[in-house]
């Protein structure tokens, strides 16, 4: 009779560590619960915060927010030197497009676009030829350039294009000499640049429109989401050869979906911040170009007024479109192979004006490797 109290006592104290062991549980339960809906609500406000756009719009450009004000802005249109000997080159990084066409000498000029900037230094900064006024006009762009060719001054005054030069009384408000480059012998006419904060400060001082023209029909239509061709040619590998002394190379990064860009067999830099340029799209616009007849300098004329043909590249892949431009002052209009306007991933551009007739390379993979 002795051992049933006992036994009644073991069954009652197990029953109690069961109790207390379940009411452990369930509050740890509980607190991991909380610590969960606390840890929700806090990526919630991170993500809402993330993507506020309160006081941005869209870049024209890129498609990509940006400040506001600097959304509304005409962009900017600098001419770039780039001649081997003038590299490297500064600020480019910055820009939203780049355009790289022929020049005589069978040399490429840049002109970089830039949208929203504050670059410290630009350059070098080159002269102007008539045909990239055509460029800046697509996008109602103050031209920033340092002297002009014969053409290019009569095209100023003929399509009334606004514009900021070297080489007049603007020179010593809005350029400098690097003084390294302006003592090399041979480097002086590669010495000139200016920045961001002068190029504003002249345009205020020179009074021009500061907004651009709200009738202008954009140059370039984006796509909410990314484009991945699922048609086309393979391009991880894009190679222009604009003459025997400029071939432009740009390879495909599968990290960034971006791609990469080369010249003179070498990554082409940004030497203010040493990075090399990438860009998200490159479009090739095949034109009639020829050495103006008579001219002594051999410079050349590019034939942007008129329809085409060319290739939109982006994320690996190539596909063929027409480009139509009907006046000087009308913006370039792309179109895919449907003959609808072209939809383009948002990002940086590289507008290649390449000479109809001739062959550029697009490799695949395994060609690369060969």
């Known amino acids: 009779m002795k051992k049933y109290p006992y036994f009644i006592f073991i069954i009652v104290m197990l029953l109690l560590i069961f109790l207390i062991v379940g009411c452990s549980n369930k509050t740890s339960l509980n607190t991991l619960d909380e610590e969960t809906s606390e840890s929700i609500e806090e990526d919630t406000s991170f993500e809402e915060e993330k993507v506020s756009t309160e006081g941005k719009a869209i870049n024209p450009l890129t498609g990509l927010w940006i400040d506001e004000e600097a959304a509304k802005r005409r962009p900017v249109a600098v001419m770039i030197n780039n001649l081997k000997k003038a590299l490297p080159q500064s600020g480019i990084s910055q820009a939203d497009i780049i355009y790289e066409t022929l020049v005589e000498g069978e040399i490429t000029r840049l002109m970089a676009v830039f949208q929203d900037f504050n670059a410290e230094k630009i350059g070098p900064v080159r002269s102007a030829r008539h045909y990239y006024l055509d460029f800046a006009l697509d996008h109602d762009a103050i031209y920033v350039h340092y002297g002009r060719s014969p053409q290019a001054e009569k095209a100023f005054k003929e399509w009334n294009v606004d514009h900021l030069e070297g080489l007049s009384y603007l020179d010593e408000v809005m350029f400098w000499r690097d003084p390294e480059r302006y003592n090399k012998p041979g480097m002086k006419e590669h010495s000139a640049y200016t920045n961001a904060e002068k190029i504003l400060n002249v345009w205020d001082m020179i009074g021009y429109e500061k907004e651009k023209k709200r009738d202008l029909e954009p140059v370039f239509h984006f796509v909410e989401e990314e484009i991945i061709p699922s048609k086309g040619q393979m391009a991880i590998e894009v190679i222009l050869p604009f003459s025997s002394y400029q071939i432009s190379e740009f390879q495909f990064d599968e990290d960034t979906n971006t791609y990469k860009r080369y010249q003179f067999g070498e990554p082409h830099i940004d030497i203010e911040n040493y990075e090399q340029l990438t860009v998200k799209n490159i479009i090739v616009q095949f034109a009639e170009i020829y050495p103006i007849p008579k ?14 043909e060319g290739l939109y590249i982006t994320n690996g892949k190539a596909v063929p479109i027409t480009w139509s431009k009907t006046s000087h002052r009308s913006p370039t209009s792309f179109f895919n192979e449907e003959g609808n306007v072209l939809k383009i991933n948002k990002g940086k551009t590289w507008v290649c004006v390449f000479p109809k ?6 490799l695949a993979p395994q060609e690369m490797e060969e």
């Open 295 to 308: 001219d002594t300098a051999g410079r050349k004329e590019v034939e942007l007024v008129g329809k085409g």
């Open 357 to 362: 007739g001739k062959d550029i390379e697009l």
